[in-house]
């Protein structure tokens, strides 16, 4: 807009020292308000360019991690797994052996009851036949 308006004044021959002065002045100030515009936009891309760059860097890192980041899970599933196996196998063992001892109490429970239960029995089946 300034532009338009200096052009304007610039067309009409500025006689007078004072006008001519502050023209000058303007036209100084907007050459710096259009250098340092300049060099805010050149700032601004380079630092778009170098947020693009890190970006860039990054979103490749995390590329190159993904298949290490995926075989780190799939270990710790597969670490997972193993543990519960193993769990599972002494809960079984610790299981089997509480039954085999179990089994082995009443084995020498139903030994000492034999002989007062089946021996009176055969007693007298072999008197009988004997008879």
């Given at each position: 807009m300034?532009?338009?308006?200096?052009?304007v004044a610039r067309k009409?021959?500025?006689?007078?020292?004072?006008?001519?002065?502050?023209l000058a002045q303007?036209?100084?100030k907007e050459r710096l308000l259009e250098g340092m515009l300049n060099e805010a936009r050149e700032r601004s891309k380079s630092e778009v360019q170098a947020a693009k760059e890190e970006a860039s860097r990054y979103v490749e890192e995390v590329k190159r991690g993904l298949p290490e980041m995926a075989d780190h899970r799939r270990q710790?599933?597969?670490k997972a797994i193993e543990e519960?196996?193993?769990?599972i196998k002494q809960e079984g063992q610790i299981r089997l052996q509480v039954l085999i001892q179990e089994a082995e109490k009443r084995f020498e429970e139903a030994k000492k009851r034999a002989p007062k239960v089946y021996l009176p029995?055969?007693?007298l089946e072999r008197?009988?036949?004997i008879k």
């Open positions: 300034l532009r338009g308006g200096l052009a009409q021959k500025v006689e007078r020292p004072k006008e001519a002065s502050l303007v036209e100084e710790s599933g597969l519960e196996i193993q769990r029995e055969l007693v008197s009988e036949g």
